[in-house]
């Protein structure tokens, strides 16, 4: 591992990290938080909201993460969190603007898998407690999925993908799209952009976590078929038959 520096006010790069759920942000920051030079903190207003804290809380602890001291450790300050989990919105994106925080917006582009990789993680959650797959032990056989269920949830997450989109772009900062499918083929190419846009040195990082749902997805739902069906002459036919690894 690399040695830590020591970087002045003025050269260090507020992050936020904004995400839907299963959007492969839990893997690409297991990796961020491997780099020396880079602090950056998983879903803080998410457990702040379950601690019952209010919108005065989240900014006050944002504001206290971002600000920089005359000499620092780190050279890129950051967290990530979902639109949902922010309690004042307003005044969180006064606070981005005041900072010029840095804005990585993840995607996914295939809705399909992030709807069954949903699915995946609730089942991992009610076996392991976990949302993410740490051990290979714990990886579960192919689900059988209610139909009904998954087009309600594939509704919700079109509407979820165009209200973030529309909320980063309004925001005008500096921005860099991530999208997941493009870290899965090329990750370092992609962590390169990464630490170019935060203004870090590239050093090798390791990530912590194990992708928990296959790539393809004949091997994960045990019903693909007749889920796939239900699609056939959508836009979304061709993401049942994509594979992107092994």
């Known amino acids: ?55 005065a809380d989240q900014l006050a602890w944002a504001t206290d993460h971002f600000h920089a001291s005359l000499v620092n450790r780190y050279k890129a300050v950051g967290f990530k969190t979902k639109l949902k989990d922010v309690l004042d919105p307003q005044g969180f994106t006064q606070l981005l603007h005041e900072k010029n925080v840095h804005i990585i917006h993840m995607q996914r582009q295939n809705v399909i898998k992030a709807i069954v990789s949903r699915v ?19 990886r579960l056989p192919p689900a059988v999925i209610d139909l009904d269920d998954f087009d309600l949830m594939m509704q919700h997450r079109v509407a979820q993908d165009g209200e973030l989109s529309a909320y980063v772009n309004q925001l005008k900062l500096p921005k860099l799209t991530v999208c997941y499918e493009d870290l899965l083929q090329d990750r370092d190419a992609v962590l390169r952009q990464i630490f170019d846009f935060l203004h870090v040195r590239w050093v090798p990082v390791q990530a912590k976590t194990k992708k928990n749902t296959g790539d393809d997805l004949r091997q994960v739902i045990e019903n693909y078929d ?21």
């Not at 790069?13 to 602090?39: A, C, K, Q």
């Open 1 to 55: 591992m690399s040695t830590k520096g020591i970087y002045l006010r003025n050269q260090v790069t507020p992050f936020v990290i904004l995400f839907i759920e299963r959007d492969g942000s839990t893997y690409m920051i297991s990796m961020l938080s491997d780099h020396p030079d880079i602090n950056v903190v998983y879903e803080r207003f998410a457990v702040m909201r379950e601690e019952g804290k209010n919108a």
């Open 120 to 138: 995946n993680a609730r089942r991992l959650h009610n076996k392991t407690g976990n949302w993410n797959l740490y051990n290979e032990s714990d």
């Open 226 to 246: 007749a889920l796939r069906a239900r699609y056939v002459g959508t836009r979304y036919e061709a993401m049942f038959d994509e594979v992107l690894t092994s």
